[in-house]
């Protein structure tokens, strides 16, 4: 089982509409959960963190965090074409820092 | 100007040779990071240092070394290149505090091992 595993798509939605990615881990002392966004050919980027159990929003994106399912995901509302690139969830336990192998998001116009 | 930069940005060479990626960061960060990429395997952490005396194996350490020559420099050698060690390599610099885990990256290094 991988530590930090999300499902590789391709997910495709059109555009508007609200796009779901979700990330499972396997070590429950994780402690801190990011989404990096990386377009093709590009360094990924940080979009947002969690640190709690719940919901945290920044504009279009929010995050969830439910640590008892050890289940984090990232919603994008009002999805642009502009959004088309791979997300990947990174978990933290301490100092050691694991990504999973990232889902690929594709928005049509 | 980068925050993070690495040199160089693609390199093709030959099986048993040494080579070295270089990583700088102007973004005054005490923690670096070492990382590669490989399709369907995500990110990968190789070595990963604090500070300047401080150095740490990652997940991928064999036939890699590290130097950390400044707070701003931190370089991954491959003593004796092998093909399996084609990837993507990015460098990362993060700081100490409330959001010291938040990675930051460099564009990238594409190594071809023929």
């Known amino acids: 089982q991988k530590e930090v595993e999300q499902n590789s798509g391709p997910l495709s939605v059109p555009e508007g509409a609200i796009a779901s990615l979700n990330c499972t881990y396997s070590?429950?002392?994780?402690?801190?959960f990011f989404w990096y966004r990386q377009y093709s050919g590009k360094s990924p980027e940080l979009i947002m963190f969690?640190?709690?159990?719940g919901d945290k929003e920044d504009g279009r994106f929010t995050a969830q965090l439910n640590k008892a399912s050890q289940y984090v995901s990232l919603l994008i509302r009002d999805s642009q074409p502009s959004d088309s690139a791979t997300y990947l969830c990174a978990v933290n336990k301490g100092n050691d820092m694991r990504f999973g192998a990232g889902t690929r998001l594709t928005v049509k116009p | 100007d980068a925050d993070v930069t690495q040199t160089p940005r693609n390199r093709i060479t030959k099986t048993g040779k040494r080579i070295m990626l270089e990583c700088s960061q102007t973004k005054g960060h005490d923690r670096m990071y070492w990382y590669r990429q490989d399709p369907g395997l995500g990110l990968r952490l190789i070595y990963y240092s604090f500070d300047v005396k401080d150095i740490n194996k990652g997940e991928i350490s064999d036939g890699y070394s590290v130097s950390r020559q400044a707070q701003a420099k931190f370089s991954l050698s491959l003593e004796s290149a092998i093909p399996n060690q084609t990837a993507l390599y990015f460098c990362?610099?993060?700081?100490?505090?409330?959001?010291?885990?938040?990675?930051?990256f460099g564009p990238g290094t594409r190594l071809l091992v023929l």
């Open positions: 070590d429950r002392g994780s402690q801190s």
């Open positions: 990362a610099t993060s700081a100490i505090g409330l959001s010291q885990e938040t990675q930051y």
């Open positions: 969690i640190y709690s159990n």
